[in-house]
């Protein structure tokens, strides 16, 4: 499939994990694609692996930097059709011990730094021809109580902006319903325990995955692979008449509480 051919795609957070993994989905599938990230050494590496891609060093707490990331991005490739919103910072402080420093240091990058990233992309994204496509990274974090208070928060957050964005800027909105552009769908994924240094840079979370593969029907955590794949179906034009919805990429965690036994009827 190359579905994105023609099309420029920024991802944020694309130097690692399930970011990189969405930008070599859609760069395998046509599209040329901006690598967007604080480390911009990995950026650099993984951009100069992929057919037609630009890293830029961008941090989304801070405006100017994502700024000058979408202002680059249309400098050397004339467009943006796709945004791959992916950024977000968990941590395992405990509520009462979240002071507003703490806090901020989870919420603004996951939640006012997808705004950001959103505000400084819709202009381009809007120019689009056959509308412009949004696509967040939440978490099932923001749909159920898994713990971490800040985080879960952030991303809740998340999944209501894609629907207030999605009437805001969908074609009725718009006025542009008929035109071939001049609007912007906006959906999420909601992935369950994904494989990604979050979990294997150290002893306690590699142990941690084993025990999270027991809680998944299917089985087994997830690889960033198969969120990438959702979010290049949710870009693409497949997803035409999808707008402000969450897709669980969870392997079944949120489908209800695991009352079966493993080997059982
Ligand atoms: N791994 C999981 O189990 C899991 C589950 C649900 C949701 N998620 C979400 O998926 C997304 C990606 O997580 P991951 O597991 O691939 O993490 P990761 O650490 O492998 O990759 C995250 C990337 O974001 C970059 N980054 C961090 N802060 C940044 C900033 N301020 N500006 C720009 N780039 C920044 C990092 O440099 C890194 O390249 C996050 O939003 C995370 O909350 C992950």
């Known amino acids: 499939m190359r579905r994105f051919e023609g099309r420029t795609a920024l991802v944020t957070g694309a130097a690692n994990g399930i970011g990189r993994a969405c930008a070599e989905r859609l760069a395998r599938e046509g599209a040329s694609v901006v690598i967007a ?44 059709d796709v945004l791959v919103s992916n950024v977000g910072v968990a941590s395992g402080v405990r509520f009462a011990d979240t002071d507003d420093a703490e806090w901020d240091r989870q919420v603004d990058p996951t939640l006012a730094g997808s705004m950001r990233v959103i505000r400084a992309s819709l202009p381009a994204l809007l120019e689009s021809p056959g509308g412009g496509a949004v696509v967040a990274t939440a978490s099932v974090n923001g ?78 955590v997830g690889r960033p692979e198969d969120i990438a794949a959702a979010v290049a179906f949710l870009a693409s034009d497949d997803a035409a008449w999808i707008t402000g919805v969450t897709l669980p990429v969870d392997g079944g965690l949120t489908v209800g509480p695991l009352l079966h036994m493993p080997g059982g009827s």
């Open 143 to 220: 749909l159920q109580a898994f713990g971490g208070v800040a985080y879960s928060a952030a991303k809740a957050g998340v999944i209501n902006a894609m629907k207030n964005l999605a009437v805001e800027y969908g074609p009725l909105t718009r006025g542009t319903v008929g035109q071939d552009g001049g609007w912007v769908r906006f959906n999420a994924v909601a992935p369950g325990t994904v494989e990604t240094r979050v979990w294997t840079s150290d002893a306690a979370g590699r142990a941690d995955l084993e025990h999270m593969a027991q809680l998944h029907p299917m089985g087994r």
């Open 37 to 80: 990230d604080v480390e911009t050494d990995a950026a650099s590496a993984l951009a100069a692996s992929l057919p037609t891609a630009l890293a830029m060093p961008c941090d989304v707490t801070d405006s100017r930097s994502v700024e000058v990331a979408v202002a680059a991005t249309l400098d050397r490739f004339g467009r943006l």
